[in-house]
């Protein structure tokens, strides 16, 4: 069965600083890998899509890549704002099946 | 578009009672997927419905629990009898193509007394 793991599981970052969460999966058969954002008591927003055959996508200040091989995904915030303080989650498909991440929860201090 | 559409948003019942949500996906969207979100268990899939058929619903817990989508644009999450353990977030969430990106209803809370 595919496991998502993601670290780290809190973050706690000064405003401006450009960040990086991971993402880990234990089957790299997958179709797709999306990152998604959920803000407290809402449900989940989708920030970025990477089909298998892709690296990286981009949105704004988003960067998200992915390394099929090893298993392993990131997503770069650039210049962090308050605003993007927030769950983030990751999760892959396998084509009927969906595998989330427990989320890393980040917290963006002004 | 309004969206995914999850009703009720909150549900407070007592133990043994039956409990239905509902979802409207967004129009033109051929699949739908119903997820329970837990603090012990995270975001689980339940349930995946594609053109309206069910085609895994392996995630589903037990027989107390049944789903359906009579048509492209309702779906129905019932839980009969519904215990405490069932207490949890259940989101609705819909897409189109089999590449797409899933987009999330806002969820129902339900709290089983």
């Known amino acids: 069965k595919q496991e998502v793991t993601q670290i780290p599981a809190a973050l706690s970052v000064p405003e401006g600083e450009n960040l990086v969460l991971n993402c880990s999966f234990t089957d790299s058969a997958i179709y797709n890998l999306q990152w998604f954002r959920q803000d407290p008591g809402k449900g989940l927003t989708s920030l970025l899509l990477?089909?298998?055959?892709?690296r990286e996508q981009t949105s704004g200040r988003l960067n998200a890549s992915l390394d099929k091989s090893s298993g392993r995904s990131t997503l770069y915030i650039a210049a962090s704002q308050p605003g993007d303080s927030a769950t983030y989650l990751c999760?892959?498909?396998?084509?009927?099946?969906?595998?989330f991440g427990t989320g890393t929860s980040l917290t963006v201090i002004p | 578009d309004a969206g995914v559409i999850q009703s009720p948003r909150h549900e407070v019942t007592e133990m043994g009672q039956e409990v239905t949500l509902r979802c409207k996906p967004i129009s033109g969207h051929n699949s739908l997927f119903w997820y329970r979100q837990t603090m012990m268990r995270g975001l689980e899939l339940l349930i995946y419905f594609n053109n309206n058929v069910p085609i895994d619903d392996s995630g589903m817990p037990e027989d107390r629990f049944s789903a359906k989508m009579p048509n492209a644009s309702f779906s129905t999450l019932k839980i009969q009898p519904s215990e405490p353990r069932d207490s949890a977030v259940y989101f609705c969430?819909?897409?189109?193509?089999?590449?797409?990106?899933?987009?999330f209803g806002p969820g129902t809370r339900l709290l089983v007394l």
């Open positions: 999760a892959v498909s396998t084509g009927n099946q969906f595998y």
């Open positions: 990477i089909q298998s055959s892709q």
């Open positions: 969430a819909s897409r189109r193509g089999g590449v797409e990106t899933q987009y």
